[in-house]
């Protein structure tokens, strides 16, 4: 199935997309992808934003900060997420039981991944509209969608499976 499908069908049921994904067989270089395309996009959601703000204050130009924002969203961003999927495997094990690292960094990867829509509509809205409430409040519905998909896709690879080891 399509990754924009995928997409669109996590918001409605994010434990039936992962477990789907999973009965695929989704591997390392996949949930990699996730990740680096999340990355990616999340860096381009960054424009609008940085050049307002470029514009505002022309003390630090739009290259200067979009070189900052390549920095810590392409380079620091991938490394702090394996660091956050070690420490959500290490939750899920010790309240759940034994979970595959690789369950764990797709459904956070993708999660990310399946909100990025959103934070592109939000970086448009921080440039039209600046540092508001109404910014900061569609934030945290990003957020909060995020979370959502990110507790189903945890509840899925955290539930028992027949056959499974004990």
Known sequence: MS????????????RIVTRGMIA????????LAFGLLSCGL???AQ??????AATLDPSITFE?????????????????LYGVAG???????????????????????????SV???????????AFLGPTEGVTAFG????????YIVGAGLLEVARPRHGDAP
């Open 64 to 80: 200067q900060r979009m070189g900052g924002a390549l920095f810590g969203i392409m380079f620091m961003l991938p490394l702090l």
């Open 87 to 113: 420490l959500m495997q290490l939750a899920v094990r010790v309240l759940a039981g034994p979970v595959q690292g690789l369950h764990v960094r797709l459904v956070l990867f993708w999660s990310l991944l």
């Open 116 to 126: 990025t829509p959103l934070m592109l509509v939000q970086g448009g809205l921080a």
């Open 47 to 52: 424009w609008p934003g940085l050049s307002r």
């Open 3 to 14: 990754v924009i499908r995928n997409m669109l069908r996590t918001y409605r049921s994010p």
């Open 24 to 31: 695929q067989g989704v591997t390392e270089p996949q949930v």
């Open 42 to 44: 999340i860096f381009v």
């Open 140 to 147: 945290f519905v990003v957020t909060a969608v995020f979370l």
